[in-house]
């Protein structure tokens, strides 16, 4: 099955960085405000999603979910949740972090509901390490992070790596899996119980 993209309203700066990720068989979804990218990033959408509290509702309603605007689901998130009901399994978050904090922190823990999920954006990557996964990280990011987003994670082990782990765990009130870097080649990342949200940084 396709992909599922999901473009929010947060800001894009690199437009042909964001391009990259996307491909042509990908099933788009614009939510509200993320219509103001449509143009910059050249793709149609195959649905839009929102209560239209920060863009105006499109003239041909015939792709558009209409929300209203007291509810539980965040614009993205009820994207994520119908995208899901549709079948998709694989998603790509663009436009989803960045300005209101309290937008990202929820776009990113939506990583949680996706069985596999990436958010892209001007200066890194973000993807979830579930328990029983290795997690490979290639040479050429700057930085890569650790962080635990939910109780404690346990049996971490990190090899290939500037600061290495073996079974080691990490816990929400101490986070000190900031800013590693890989040496050579890769850094081969295992994680036994719990999730680990993975950031690589570009810059």
């Known amino acids: 099955m396709a992909r599922c993209v999901i473009v929010g309203g947060a800001e894009i700066k690199n437009y042909e960085l964001i ?3 996307m491909n042509k068989n990908d099933y788009v979804i614009y939510c509200d405000c993320g219509l103001k990218h449509r143009e910059a990033l050249g793709v ?3 649905l839009i999603t929102g209560d239209f509290d920060t863009h105006p509702k499109p003239e041909d309603t015939s792709n558009v979910i209409i929300l209203p605007r007291e509810k539980d689901d ?3 998130i009820f994207a994520v ?3 899901l009901r549709r079948g998709f399994s694989e998603f790509l978050l663009v436009g989803v972090t960045g300005g209101r904090t309290d937008h990202t922190l929820g776009n990113i823990y ?3 509901m996706t069985p596999d999920g990436l958010i892209a954006d001007d200066y890194c990557e973000m993807s979830l390490i579930r328990a029983g996964e290795t ?3 290639k040479a050429g990011w700057k930085y890569f992070s650790l962080l635990n987003i939910t109780g404690t994670a346990r049996g971490i082990t990190i090899t290939g790596a500037k600061y290495n782990l073996d079974n080691a765990q990490i816990t ?3 986070q000190y899996g900031i800013s590693n870097e890989v040496l050579s080649g890769e850094a081969v990342i295992t994680l ?3 999730y680990l949200l993975l950031v690589c940084v570009r810059l």
């Open 74 to 76: 965040t614009d993205t």
């Open 135 to 137: 997690v490979r990280v």
């Open 44 to 46: 149609s959408p195959d």
């Open 192 to 194: 036994k119980e719990g």
């Open 81 to 83: 949740k119908e995208a």
């Open 172 to 174: 929400s009130e101490f």
């Open 110 to 112: 939506a990583l949680m």
């Open 19 to 21: 391009r990259s990720y």
